[in-house]
């Protein structure tokens, strides 16, 4: 199994990024997927989690501003953050799970937003 981050990078405040996550050796549309993110010094966090019938949640710090998807023909998930704020920086990663449990895991792809 296979989770693979793209589209990390550096942006300034108020700016938008969009994160992509391929999977490979699930039967992507059974997970539920996961974006969780880890700041310098804290504990990982959920994002936002997505159902294989689109079903969402979101934290609330991140709610009205960030937006998950996934295309279960292209096994690919996706995270689009608008209106960054430099709290948002962290590592951003992926995951996989049956149940809201994750099962699988990304190695994460930074995010960093600063002037």
């Known amino acids: 199994v296979q989770l693979v981050e793209s589209g990390g990078g550096l942006v300034q405040p108020g700016g938008s990024l969009r994160l992509s996550c391929t999977t490979s050796g699930i039967i992507f549309s059974a997970y539920v997927m996961g974006w969780y993110r880890q700041a310098p010094g804290k504990q990982r966090e959920l994002v936002t989690t997505i159902t294989g019938r689109g079903r969402t949640n979101y934290a609330s710090s991140v709610l009205g501003r960030f937006t998950g998807s996934r295309d279960n023909a292209k096994n690919t998930v996706y995270l689009q953050m608008n209106n960054l704020k430099p709290e948002d920086t962290a590592v951003y990663y992926c995951?996989?799970?049956?149940?809201?449990?994750?099962?699988?895991w990304g190695k994460g792809t930074l995010v960093t937003v600063s002037a």
């Open positions: 995951s996989a799970g049956l149940t809201y449990a994750m099962d699988y």
